[in-house]
């Protein structure tokens, strides 16, 4: 796969709940930025979807924000640790609160 970012990305494990109306299913981030972020879940969604997400920042500070679906891939729970490019890439279209603390945590 061909990595066509204009933004580095950080390699972060976080925990966040995302949902495309109220955010209840759980995964973790595996890379972020500031226009993006990569959910390793086995839940996922159509590219093109509208996803809500509250991201668990380390200081203690949740980030919400919302995002369009922009790849996915499902894999069963088993093997999501094993397949490189599991779950979903989101793009980051509004930041609902939180948006200087998450900024400053895609600066490594």
């Not at 996922?44 to 200081?59: D, H, I, Q």
């Not at 203690?60 to 924000?65: I, K, S, T």
């Not at 891939?73 to 980051?92: F, Q, S, T």
């Amino acid at each position: 796969m061909v990595d066509k970012r204009r933004k580095g990305r950080v390699k972060k494990r976080l925990r966040i709940l995302y949902g495309t109306e109220i955010p209840s299913k759980v995964g973790f981030t595996s890379d972020i930025s500031g226009s993006g972020l990569c959910i390793k879940s086995f839940i996922v969604y159509k590219p093109g979807a509208l996803v809500l997400m509250e991201l668990e920042l380390p200081n203690g500070d949740v980030a919400r924000l919302e995002g369009r679906v922009h790849w996915a891939r499902k894999v069963p729970p088993d093997l999501l640790r094993k397949v490189k490019h599991a779950g979903m890439g989101i793009k980051i279209v509004n930041f609902l609160s939180g948006r200087d603390a998450y900024l400053e945590l895609c600066q490594g």
